[in-house]
């Protein structure tokens, strides 16, 4: 039994070698400037850039990944320190821990439907580099999420539920 279809929710990007810019990451945070995070995260997000970064550069970011910076998403990221294994995310961003050329071919042979879903705000994926991944595939759709981040679930539930459903049926 093989896969019917396969649906990639903001997937990371490392293991098929394409990247997200800093330039990529400025565009993104340009459409968040109205918001009242975002001087002081565009200036975390440099000093980041610079190799001059704090911890405290790291929170003031965080309002990027997220389609919405209300308390839902304040309470997401919170609890983000206690759902990561060090350990494990160490090992998987290691160097040599992918070969994006053998993925990349196989990827090219997955003859199944692909649902590639990102929201239009992720900072992490971003509709640029997504494109690019869905284009690794024959038989791919694209979906961005207007309004959402990095977790468009928690952005528009209802919009995420109806997309992902609807592919799968």
Known sequence: MGVD?????????KAVGIAITSEDHRE???????????????????????????????QAV???????????ARAHQAAE??????VAAAAFAAEGAFDPDAIRAALAM?????????????????PRPAAAYAGLFPDAELVVQAGGGHYPWLD???????TVAAFLR
């Open 5 to 13: 279809r396969l649906a990639l929710i903001t997937p990371s990007i």
């Open 156 to 162: 528009d539930a209802d919009r995420f539920a109806a």
């Open 28 to 58: 993104i945070a340009r459409l968040r400037r109205s918001e009242p995070w975002f001087t002081a995260g565009l200036a975390a997000f440099e000093a980041i850039v610079a190799g001059a970064d704090t911890q405290d550069d790291w």
């Open 62 to 72: 965080a309002p990027f990944f997220y389609g919405r910076w209300d308390a839902t």
């Open 81 to 86: 320190g206690g759902q990561r294994n060090e």
């Open 110 to 126: 997955f003859a199944a439907p692909v649902l590639l879903l990102s929201g239009a705000l992720d900072w992490a994926l971003g």
